[in-house]
Every structure is written in C-alpha cells, then in structure tokens.
C-alpha cells in the first residue's frame, strides 16, 4: 500500500522568512511525486513535480522541492514567503500514468504580517 | 486555457434527497476523479474512471455511486443524502497512461446536507 505523511497540519510564519513544508512518502514500487496548493475557497493548483532526473524540482511562486529516494521524503521549501502564500499545501503521489493520486492530509501554511 | 467545470460552487439539500455533482472537462482527457476533502483528512478518492461507461471504487464509495456516459462528463450521485455526506467535494482529471501529467481540479462543491 502506498501512503503519505505530511508531518505538520499547520505551520505559521512570519513574511519574508524561509519555510519547509515536510513530506514523506511510503511505497514498493517507484513513485511519482506532486505538490498542489489550494488558495481558500478554490480548487488544487499544481505547484511542482517530480517524475525522474533532478531530484531539485523548481515549481511556480518561487516554491521547489527535493527529492530524497532514501529518506523516502519530498519537502517543499521557499526562501521567503509572502502573506498571498497562505494557503493549504498538499502532497501527493502515484505510480502509472492513469492511477489516482494519492494525498496527504495536508499542511496549512499561514504567513504572519 | 485548460477546464474543469462543476455544476454547483455550493448546495444545500435534505437527508434523503437524490444529489447529483456534476463534472466537465474540455481536455479531451480519459481519467477522471471524484474526491472528498473533510477538515484535517485531505483529499479521500470516492470514484474514478478510466474510459466511458468503466468506474473503479476509490477508498469511500460507500454511499455514493458515479455515472459516466460521455468522455468529458463524469457524474457523482448521492442516492440518498446524509448529514455524514457534508463535505466539500472536488472532481479531477488527467490524461491517460503513457504521460505522467498533472491531475487538472475543478473549483469544488461544498454540499451541506440538512
């Protein structure tokens, strides 16, 4: 079975200040991995992914990603944030062209003025 | 510009009511998906289709069912609404095998069910 584990449900901070979002992943056979965000009261947006080559994944918003195959992990950072960064950010994966994503339960980010 | 259209941004209707969502895409695209996303469980699969007339359950079918008689629609039923059924409700799809492309959302319905 495969899962994902977003290991913090809310991080808050502070504008202009880097963030991590964290993700890890378990799975038996090679994954594609997927960060989506959801402004408040809109659908998911796909902000980065990751299928092969590169493990450093460069998305939109300034927003990239790391893949680690041993730590089985796929973090989100961002340098520095903005208040329009609030949001929710999902993680996610698959394993073939046509299979459901599968999601983590999500991490809302919070950006203080 | 690429689209996934649902019929309803929100709706409220009645324990035991007949609900239908409805789901467009104009991206020509064979895969399609119904999920639920509930405060603090993400986004949970319901159902999903591969071609016209095919469905495979997700992980919460129960209490739901889909239809899908065109490529570019795919229909989520309710058969018989329940307060358990209140939820904010996302449709997706992606094209088929061979690309690994991204799963394209539509807006969400937020259905409240009284």
């Known amino acids: 079975a495969q899962s994902v584990t977003q290991l913090d449900s809310q991080v808050p901070v502070f504008e202009e200040a880097p963030v991590e979002l964290r993700c890890n992943y378990s799975?038996?056979?090679?994954?594609?991995l997927f960060w989506y965000v959801q402004y408040p009261n809109q659908g998911l947006q796909l902000l980065l992914k990751y299928l092969s080559g590169s493990t450093l994944v460069k998305g939109i918003n300034g927003f990239e990603a790391e893949f680690n195959k041993s730590q089985t992990s796929f973090h989100l950072r961002k340098p520095s944030v903005h208040i329009s960064d609030t949001a929710e950010y999902f993680c996610a994966l698959r394993n073939s062209g046509n299979t459901p994503l599968v999601f983590g339960k999500g991490t809302r980010l919070s950006v203080i003025a | 510009d690429v689209k996934v259209t649902q019929s309803s941004r929100y709706l409220v209707k009645r324990t035991g009511e007949k609900v239908f969502l409805e789901c467009v895409q104009d991206m020509d695209h064979e895969n399609m998906f119904w999920y639920r996303q509930d405060p603090g469980l993400g986004l949970r699969l319901i159902y999903f289709s591969y071609d016209v007339k095919m469905k495979e359950k997700g992980d919460i079918p129960e209490g739901y069912s889909v239809s899908r008689e065109k490529k570019e629609r795919f229909s989520l039923i309710l058969e018989s609404a329940s307060t358990n059924q209140t939820s904010m409700y996302l449709c997706?799809?992606?094209?088929?095998?061979?690309?690994?492309?991204?799963?394209?959302f539509g807006p969400g319905t937020r259905l409240t069910v009284l």
């Open positions: 799975s038996s056979v090679s994954v594609y």
């Open positions: 997706a799809s992606t094209m088929t095998s061979g690309r690994i492309g991204e799963q394209f």
